[in-house]
């Protein structure tokens, strides 16, 4: 497709699950990020990968969370332990340079709905 | 740290109103600053951006000028439609250029 695209769209899970979910960005595009949306708020970012390389992860919450992008394309963020707060709406993002810096264009994915019970 | 405050939500509209969106940021320098817009059921869309200071950014009849003296970037439309509503979203970019800072978003609804 020529978009974003997120796998699966919505997730739901038992306290103490592992959950790993998908992103499929636009075909070469270098830049590749991960936010968290909570109910009624913005986007925080996690993670940002060019091309393989995970250059930010300040924004991941614990330890708990994990990304990986091992070819520069395909990115699988992985939740282990979910807990109740991590009940959210993950955002993937692609874009075609290198950098997220300014005057650059992200694409969004509609993400993926994480319900933890 | 870096940060956006948007005005509370929602705001409710008739056809061919006015629409302003308040903004205001706290960063070190003069990041660049955008709005982006999440139309139901869709992902986030860049709306407009401005990279420097006293900059207009503009796109399908909505414009935002970065002031910063004001630390502000209000969005406007002279003339909102029924498919304006949406959820918009102020955001900067990070100090090391690798992430956009969301303000919490201003739900938009707009009726004939």
């Known amino acids: 497709g020529a978009g974003v695209s997120q796998s699966p769209r919505y997730k739901v899970a038992k306290r103490g699950q592992d959950v790993a979910l998908r992103c499929d960005p636009i075909?070469?595009?270098?830049?590749l990020f991960w936010y968290q949306q909570a109910l009624g708020q913005g986007p925080e970012f996690l993670t940002y990968?060019?091309?393989?390389?995970?250059?930010?992860k300040s924004g991941l919450p614990s330890d708990r969370f994990f990304a990986e992008r091992p070819e520069g394309s395909v990115s699988t963020l992985k939740i282990q332990r979910t807990q109740q707060e991590d009940s959210a709406v993950y955002l993937c993002a692609s874009s075609f340079l290198g950098s997220g810096s300014e005057g650059e264009k992200l694409f969004f994915g509609s993400g993926t709905q994480l319900s933890v019970l | 740290g870096d940060s956006v405050t948007q005005m509370e939500g929602p705001v409710t509209l008739s056809e061919e109103a006015f629409l302003t969106i308040n903004c205001t940021y706290t960063?070190?320098?003069?990041?660049?600053l955008f709005w982006y817009v999440q139309y139901p059921g869709e992902g986030l869309q860049l709306l407009l951006k401005a990279t420097k200071a006293d900059d207009k950014g503009s796109n399908k009849g909505f414009e935002a000028t970065y002031r910063k003296e004001t630390t502000s970037f209000h969005l406007e439309k002279g003339s909102v439609q029924v498919s304006d509503s949406a959820v918009y979203f102020c955001a900067l970019i990070n100090q090391a250029g690798t992430a956009l800072i969301f303000g919490k978003g201003t739900t938009l609804s707009v009726s004939s």
């Open positions: 990968f060019q091309n393989e390389a995970q250059l930010d």
């Open positions: 075909s070469g595009h270098v830049s």
């Open positions: 960063a070190t320098g003069y990041p660049s």
